[in-house]
């Protein structure tokens, strides 16, 4: 099966094809940089990290284009608010977006634009309507008109001559009596007395955010491309607003596909700004939820369907990335001890090389891996792919734990060897990194039963050979965590809460 993607233009799953055989031109949706990215944005771009490392993984040649809305009502409201400039309060926003992405694995995009570094191809693109007669000025500001341009409604669908109707009878503002239709969008703004602005043919002023990305897709990649991404909350109307400005500058279609990603919820109501109910990145990073645990708990959810943020989901997926962290961490820590050759972590390659590298041991768990991935990123179903292939890594991992002397004949540790090297590549495609863990039996952290019975057993070990002062700390170790030991006679020890 080839990949198959969920197109919102026509709500079907569609087989990928791109324009050019090869090749692959992306455009994201990026963040208006106002504040902190929160794990709506966490998601998203978590999830278009892994459609952009799997199109390389299968070949691909992937041009990603991501951009910055640098200029925008709530970046100066923002700014009057702090006292500061609108670049003060960009510039440090782009900072914080960088170090947060950077944290979370994610690839940096090829390009990054800036609105504000664009402006000639917004005001060139808003020329080019004026002239073809789909856009009109009004004292200083610019709007589309949505009646002369046929296919508009075809993304969200809507009916435009239902809304009109359904929007009778509504209070006009001033803006709204300027326009010809009350859906017509503002392609160019005036300036209000006092904010920042920027000089064009129509007045002193800012762009509108719609054709902001219209003329980057343009300058970055071109008139058409093969995929556009987003959050489904940029449907309507911005995706929207996109195609109708794009399309009728060009006569071609802006993308072959769009890809939306569901939102978050928190206690069964959207995450945002506006409920005070987001929580940033940054913020459940300072609280010690590590980066990879976020990517995993992402990855449990299909993309398109809304995502149920709870403290509880998120210490389940804590769970699961510490067992496959653990697998992961295998061929790290104890590759001199099991005799396996690594010169580097054995992560990036392609899909034609997994059989050269792994031998056709694990043939069939890369079908099965990549048949989840092929139908519309089912990364749940690869996910599960890879616990399986870390299962009994994790059991040695737990053995070297408490005495390196592992009793596994060389034929056996051989085909442990290329289990990791499968799990490893294909934890890749998925971003998923091995993140630190302490090698010491004495920095075991409690996790469920199994782990604190390993715990047990090194100290066991620890006091067989006389040293009593580790066999001590890991019973204070394990005592600060809320598990207390038991000696009993015969050398039995149990354990409680």
Same mark, same amino acid.
């Given at each position: ?18 324009? @050019? ?78 170090? +947060? /992405? ?17 402006? +000639? ?28 341009? &046929?296919?508009?409604?075809?993304? &969200? ?41 920027? &000089? ?13 990305? &219209?003329? /980057?897709?343009? $300058? ?42 569901? /939102? ?6 959207? /995450? ?10 940054? $913020? ?5 939820? #590590? ?25 389940? $997926? ?5 067992? *496959?962290?653990? $697998? ?6 104890? #590759?001199?001890?099991? =005799?396996? !050759? ?24 890369? !079908? ?24 009994? %890594?994790?059991? %040695? ?14 034929? +056996? ?62 019973? @204070?170790? *394990?005592? #600060? ?9 015969? =050398? ?6």
């Amino acid at each position: 099966m080839s990949l198959h993607l969920t197109n919102t233009l026509t709500k079907k799953k569609e087989p990928f094809k791109p324009i @050019r055989e090869g090749e692959v031109k992306i455009y994201c949706c990026g963040v208006t940089v106002y504040d902190l990215c929160h794990l709506g944005h966490a998601r998203s771009y978590i999830v278009w990290d892994i459609l952009r490392r799997f199109l390389i993984w299968q070949g691909y040649k992937v041009t990603f284009v991501q951009n910055f809305t640098d200029i925008d009502d709530k970046i100066l409201e923002r700014a009057e608010k702090e006292k500061c400039s609108m670049d003060d309060v960009s510039e440090r926003n782009i900072k914080a977006f960088y170090d +947060d /992405m950077d944290a979370l694995g994610i690839l940096k995009p090829d390009r990054m634009p800036r609105a504000t570094k664009c402006l +000639d191809s917004i005001r060139n693109l808003i020329i080019e309507l004026e002239a073809k007669g789909v856009a009109y000025s009004v004292d200083g500001d610019v709007y589309f008109s949505v009646m002369k341009h &046929s296919g508009y409604g075809k993304l &969200s669908r809507r009916d435009l001559s239902e809304q009109q109707k359904n929007a009778d009878g509504r209070v006009a503002d001033a803006e709204a009596a300027r326009k010809k239709h009350p859906f017509d969008f503002a392609l160019w703004k005036r300036a209000k007395k006092g904010e920042p602005s920027f &000089s064009s043919p129509w007045s002193q002023g800012r762009p509108g955010w719609h054709i902001e990305c &219209s003329a /980057m897709v343009q $300058a970055e990649l071109g008139e058409s491309i093969d995929i556009h991404l987003g959050g489904a909350d940029l449907i309507f109307p911005h995706h929207e607003n996109e195609i109708a400005q794009s399309e009728a500058a060009t006569g071609k279609k802006l993308a072959r596909y769009w890809l939306h990603n569901g /939102m978050v919820n928190v206690g069964g109501q959207k /995450m945002s700004k506006s409920l005070g109910n987001f929580t940033t990145i940054r $913020a459940l990073l300072q609280q010690g939820i #590590s980066p990879m645990t976020l990517r995993l708990f992402i990855l449990q959810a299909n993309y398109r369907k809304p995502l149920d943020f709870t403290r509880e989901s998120l210490q389940s $997926a804590s769970i699961g990335w510490k067992r *496959l962290n653990k $697998a992961l961490n295998l061929g790290i820590l104890y #590759s001199q001890e099991l =005799g396996w !050759q690594i010169n580097e972590y054995v992560q990036n390659y392609n899909a034609q090389d997994f059989e050269q590298i792994v031998g056709k041991s694990y043939h069939e768990i890369y !079908q099965r891996f990549t048949a989840m991935m092929n139908d519309d990123l089912n990364t749940s179903g690869a996910l599960a792919a890879l616990f399986e292939i870390a299962r009994p %890594l994790k059991t %040695l991992a737990n053995q070297m734990e408490v005495s390196k002397d592992v009793y596994t004949n060389k034929e +056996d540790l051989e085909e442990l060897y290329l289990r990791w090297k499968a799990l490893s590549i294909l934890s890749g495609v998925l971003g998923l990194t091995p993140e630190n863990i302490n090698n010491t039996s004495q920095e075991i952290r409690i996790e469920d039963g199994e782990e604190i019975q390993y715990a047990i057993e090194a100290r066991k070990n620890a006091k067989t050979k006389g040293d009593f002062a580790t066999a001590d700390k890991i019973r @204070r170790d *394990l005592e #600060s965590k809320g598990i207390k030991l038991v000696d009993k006679p015969g =050398g039995i020890t149990e354990w409680i809460r």
